[in-house]
């Protein structure tokens, strides 16, 4: 995912991807500078993962769908991502459901 600098839309619903998981791959993913959509939905990232997503939020500046929805996300993880959203401008849909 690192050399590929054309990958437009990211599935990664339901694979089981753990917060660590979530963590290396928006590090890899912030080399990408084309991603627009990224579902990452059904996988018990929880909160270190959800902060992990919104740290490379800045990076991933085509970004304009992200899918969090049943991830284990709970206050903690949804204020990192909000705080981090209100400098990323093109992010027009989101799921952030517990």
């Known amino acids: 995912l690192s050399t590929n600098t054309?990958?437009?839309k990211l599935d990664l619903a339901s694979n089981g991807l753990s917060a660590k998981g979530a963590e290396v791959l928006v590090h890899t993913l912030k080399a990408n500078?084309?991603?627009r959509e990224l579902r990452l939905s059904m996988n018990y990232i929880g909160n270190e993962g959800a902060?992990?997503?919104a740290m490379q939020?800045?990076?991933l500046r085509d970004l304009q769908e992200l899918d969090l929805a049943g991830c284990g996300v709970e206050r903690e993880g949804s204020q990192a991502i909000v705080?981090?959203?209100r400098f990323h401008q093109g992010l027009t849909a989101?799921?952030?459901i517990f």
């Open 6 to 8: 054309s990958l437009a």
């Open 94 to 96: 989101g799921r952030l």
């Open 33 to 35: 500078p084309s991603l």
């Open 83 to 85: 705080k981090e959203l």
């Open 57 to 59: 939020l800045k990076a």
């Open 51 to 53: 902060t992990a997503v």
